[in-house]
């Protein structure tokens, strides 16, 4: 039967990825609804808690957005970017690392993307080399994030047996330096744009010319007022997340036995409250204070892909832990074995998974409670946390087709044989190098 029930997961998330958007999780009720009435499997508990992440922290970016604070943001990526073109594809993905890791999530990429693209290309260096790394660094810039849903997750799910500062302490360096091996993997990736003959055959096209050299990523409309003064509203609630991560007695304690849904049985407020709580109260800040509007904010691109993002996990994520919950007895009996003898392998079900998913909160909330009920040490499980980044080995997200949009010359690509795409080699490097490298910071740090 588990058989049976397996297939019905995984038809949903491959059709529900298909249809993009908020599909996946419209398809992971459909799975639910299958589960429920059919096979008579008692519904786990709703990834409320991720949910609620994602809206709060991206209502205060998309108030920022609106703003004006991504264009200030985005200016002085730009500067940064410009000022060494040569080295273009080392500074583009420690731009778009950083970033994500600010505000939890990759899709604040996007205005960066265009920029990389015509740096490269102005440069004569193929952008593909600096585009792929620089989405697959964005990608692990969510699981080194303070504020992201995924974070959240794993703090959550680890119960307190390692703090938000551990977390960090360990995916921040592993990435970075995982990050810089992707750089190395690309660096000479493809033939020179002067020694590429489909960019030289679109060269003889003059209009084609023109518009190549374009300063299509460059805005030279003024800042919005309160650009600068979101951005500073936005830094200080991030910093007030890692500073309550690190010093959790800064926050009251209540009285033990009396959990709920913002306080642990111990009497502490959950780290997901006080992300939810510093994000809306920073958005309001910003509201009161950047000369915006509410009406502003809802028409902000992030506060769009925040939506679609919490229908998508809603949806896979109740799905995949009912799943989860009615089979885990045999899941464990089958998996249990090899995994306490070789907990790295645990990294490559988690990796798997996140190919499917599309979402490294989705993942961490579906999969890594089986890491805990396998009994793998929370060290091990924090440095296996980035193996959830997955989501580029199918050229299906959002940031991936952002970037092969953004490339005029077409070096960025998905390929012929759909696997072999311009992402596969940075983040298949990225990715494992910075497994590998958590374990060495885990067993320091943890």
């Known amino acids: 039967m588990i058989i049976v029930q397996f297939a019905v997961l995984l038809a949903a998330i491959i059709i529900g990825a298909r249809m993009k ?45 609106a703003a004006g604070g991504m264009d200030y943001m985005v200016r002085l990526a730009g500067k940064i970017l ?58 692990l810039g969510i699981t080194s994030s303070p504020i992201s849903a995924a974070t959240a997750a794993m703090l959550t799910i680890l119960g307190g047996k390692v703090s938000l500062v551990g977390i960090l302490s360990v995916c921040i360096p592993a990435s970075i330096v995982g990050i810089l091996f992707g750089v190395a993997s690309v660096w000479r990736m493809g033939k020179d744009l002067d020694k590429d003959p489909v960019f030289l055959e679109k060269m003889k096209d003059p209009e084609f010319a023109k518009h190549l050299d374009s300063d299509a990523g460059e805005d030279k409309k003024p800042l919005l007022p309160g650009a600068k003064s979101s951005v500073l509203i936005f830094s200080l609630a991030v910093l007030a997340i890692v500073l309550v991560g690190a010093f959790p007695h800064l926050m009251p304690q209540f009285e033990a036995g009396q959990e709920n849904f913002a306080v642990d049985a111990m009497g502490h407020i ?52 009912t799943f989860m919950q009615a089979n885990l007895s045999t ?21 798997t998974l996140s190919i499917l998913m599309f979402s490294q909160a989705a993942t961490t909330k579906a999969l890594m409670p089986l890491g805990v009920a396998l009994g793998i040490a929370p060290a091990n499980l924090v440095a296996m946390f980035p193996s959830v980044n997955g989501d580029f080995f199918l050229p299906g997200y959002p940031t991936l087709l952002a970037a092969i949009q953004f490339d005029r010359t077409g070096s960025t690509h998905i390929g012929k044989y759909l696997l072999n795409h311009s992402f596969m080699i940075p983040g298949v490097v990225s990715v494992s190098i910075t497994v590998i490298v958590g374990f060495l910071f885990s067993a320091i740090f943890l």
């Open 21 to 65: 958007g908020i599909g996946l999780g419209l398809m992971g009720m459909v799975a639910l609804a299958i589960y429920l009435f059919i096979f008579r499997l008692r519904p786990a508990d709703p990834p409320i808690d991720v949910m609620l992440i994602i809206l709060a922290v991206v209502t205060a970016a998309a108030t920022m957005q």
């Open 82 to 139: 410009r000022s060494k073109p040569s080295l273009i594809v080392l500074l583009g993905p420690l731009t778009t690392y950083l970033f994500a890791l600010f505000a939890g999530t990759a899709h604040i990429t996007y205005s960066l993307l265009p920029i990389i693209a015509e740096v490269s290309t102005k440069k004569r260096i193929r952008p593909e080399r600096a585009l792929s790394i620089s989405v697959v660094a964005s990608h």
């Open 270 to 321: 959950k780290m997901a409250t006080v992300i939810e709580l510093v994000m809306l109260a920073a958005a309001a800040f910003i509201l009161i204070f950047c000369k915006t509007s509410t009406e502003a904010v809802a028409k902000a691109t992030l506060f769009t892909s925040g939506a679609v993002a919490v229908v998508s996990i809603f949806g896979v994520v109740w799905m995949s832990a």
């Open 331 to 351: 899941i464990e009996a089958t998996l249990g074995e090899m995994v306490r003898a070789a907990p790295w392998t645990f990294a490559f079900a988690l990796f």
